[in-house]
């Protein structure tokens, strides 16, 4: 049991949020443990995510994850927020104390490096020059838990350049901003690729690269989570490149959350990965 009064509630604020899946990362921790709680979705359109927001902790809720498009919202109307939330402008996690009213955090870069070092055992940042594909929401978080893990350097290439200077400009002067028709070129020496645009997706553009310059010692991840493999980790394998996708990275930016509301922290396990697979 916790020390609330009450069964303590948490739940994932968005708009849609049917497809969320983590009630099911939530719901399987809260059974494994044995704990009392419950993590449910929560559908909030745009002009009414201010009073949700504000009715959240008399209904008993103790936070509450945020996703589209109300991240940059969440970060605002919040009475406290961590260094790394400041950073990014966004929180994508919130904790509700009676003390200290809404507190701000974003986990999304700690999701990404752990799930990097879950996949690949020895995962060393200093290992050589990292190349970031995209410059939308998902990087910045990235590009940022990159620089402060020790990456030596780190490339950003994105179809509309503007766009990835803006990144750089705003969160991290030391990035060296690329041109799109450079993109083949820059993996070459790349210790680790990050995909983060929406390349062979459903509804996206093609797959357009060949990976012709990444080199077989190379990491390669994609943080969109897909069933399967998505279209620039099969081109990646097939240079020879280890392979991460963005599954663990869901599993392991919900691990900080889960702790703060329900007092035991998590393990991102098979068990886990099947569950919500399932």
Do not use: C
Not at 11 to 35: D, E, N, Q, T
Not at 178 to 188: K, M, P, R, T, V
Not at 226 to 244: D, N, Y
Not at 252 to 274: I, K, S, T
């Amino acid at each position: 049991m916790t020390e609330h009064e009450t069964i303590p509630l948490a739940g994932v604020i968005g708009w849609p949020i049917a497809h969320s899946l983590s009630p099911k990362v939530h719901g399987h921790w809260l059974a494994r443990y044995g704990l009392a709680g419950a993590y449910v979705p929560l559908g909030v359109r745009e002009g009414d995510f201010g009073s949700a927001l504000a009715a959240l902790p008399k209904l008993g809720f103790v936070g509450a994850n945020v996703t589209m498009p109300h991240k940059e919202r969440a970060f605002a109307l919040a009475d406290t927020r961590s260094d790394i939330a400041t950073r990014l402008g966004a929180a994508n996690t919130l904790v509700f104390d009676p003390g200290q009213g809404i507190m701000a955090d974003n986990t999304d870069g700690f999701g990404f490096i752990e799930n990097l070092r879950e996949r690949v055992p020895g995962w060393n940042a200093g290992a050589g020059p990292v190349t970031v594909l995209g410059a939308g929401g998902a990087a910045r978080a990235v590009i940022v838990a990159l620089i402060e893990a020790g990456v030596p350097e780190l490339r950003l290439l994105n179809r509309t350049r503007s766009r990835a200077e803006a990144l750089r400009d705003g969160i991290a002067p030391s990035v060296s901003v690329l041109d799109w028709s450079e993109a083949e070129n820059a993996l070459a020496g790349a210790a680790l690729v990050v995909n983060a645009t929406s390349m062979g997706m459903a509804g996206g553009p093609d797959m357009a690269l060949t990976l012709h310059e990444l080199g077989p010692d190379a990491v390669a991840t994609d943080i969109v989570y897909a069933r399967g493999e998505t279209p620039f980790l099969t081109a990646a394998k097939s240079r020879g490149a280890r392979v991460v996708d963005g599954f663990g990275m869901l599993l392991h930016q919900a691990r900080p959350g889960f702790e703060r509301w329900f007092g035991r922290a998590p393990e991102v396990d098979d068990a886990l990965r099947a569950a919500v697979l399932t």
